[in-house]
């Protein structure tokens, strides 16, 4: 069975400045997927960003950015230029390539922009 | 993108009761669609995979005649929670992906359940 583990429950930034995100997962596949997603306080699930593990790229959107390291199984996010509406709940998710789309989530880290 | 909505969003019974969920997707197809349970301040359990045409697969530690689920049609599962507790308040949520294979999840705007 996979495991997705946040080691940060909570953190906290400035307005514009930079943040990352930690997440690491265990698994014995080779082909899956990675996500990031937002929750905030309306509760809503929202995709950050996604990344297939076949590539080697780092996937990027917008002022989001992943940082994948296969061989270690890590898959931090950093947030760049924060902004007020990025406080939110975020959880780090794995997806298997044969288990039927389940996603497996992390415990979630909750991250404050603070003005 | 795709739209999976949730009704009703809150909903308060008294123990005893039972209570259903309803999760349709909006704009697609979903052969399989996913229920998880969310405590404050928590990360999201899954409950249970809802199969068009078939029995729901439910995950260990879910109790099956506790949480009753049916996929009547290709757009829509339903929650059953049956003789409710205060211990089963909680955020329900669901979620579809996409037939069309981009292995991405839609997430419902979920349901919050108090039972008093």
């Known amino acids: 069975a996979q495991t997705v583990t946040q080691s940060q429950p909570e953190m906290s930034v400035q307005e514009a400045e930079t943040v990352t995100l930690s997440c690491t997962y265990d698994t014995s596949e080779n082909n899956y997927y990675l996500f990031w997603y937002k929750q905030p306080p309306s509760r809503q699930m929202i995709l950050v960003i996604r990344q297939e593990a076949y590539k080697q790229q780092n996937a990027t959107e917008n002022r989001f950015s992943v940082n994948f390291q296969k061989a270690a199984k890590s898959f931090s996010l950093k947030i760049s230029d924060s902004q007020l509406g990025d406080t939110a709940m975020y959880f780090c998710a794995f997806m298997s390539n044969n288990a039927g789309n389940m996603l497996t989530f992390g415990g979630g880290t909750r991250l404050m922009v603070k003005p | 993108g795709a739209v999976v909505s949730q009704h009703p969003s809150r909903v308060i019974c008294k123990s005893g009761t039972s209570v259903k969920i309803e999760c349709r997707s909006l704009?697609?197809?979903?052969?399989?669609m996913f229920w998880y349970r969310q405590f404050p301040k928590q990360s999201l359990m899954l409950m249970a995979t809802?199969?068009?045409?078939?029995?729901?697969?439910?995950e260990q530690g879910v109790e099956k005649d506790k949480f009753l689920i049916n996929h009547a049609s290709l757009t829509l599962s339903t929650l059953t929670v049956t003789s409710a507790h205060p211990e089963d308040s909680s955020f329900y949520i669901c979620?579809?992906?996409?037939?069309?294979?981009?292995?991405?999840?839609?997430f419902g705007p979920g349901t919050r359940l108090t039972v008093l």
């Open positions: 704009d697609f197809q979903a052969t399989t």
């Open positions: 809802s199969n068009e045409g078939s029995k729901a697969t439910y």
């Open positions: 979620s579809a992906p996409h037939a069309g294979g981009i292995n991405e999840q839609f």
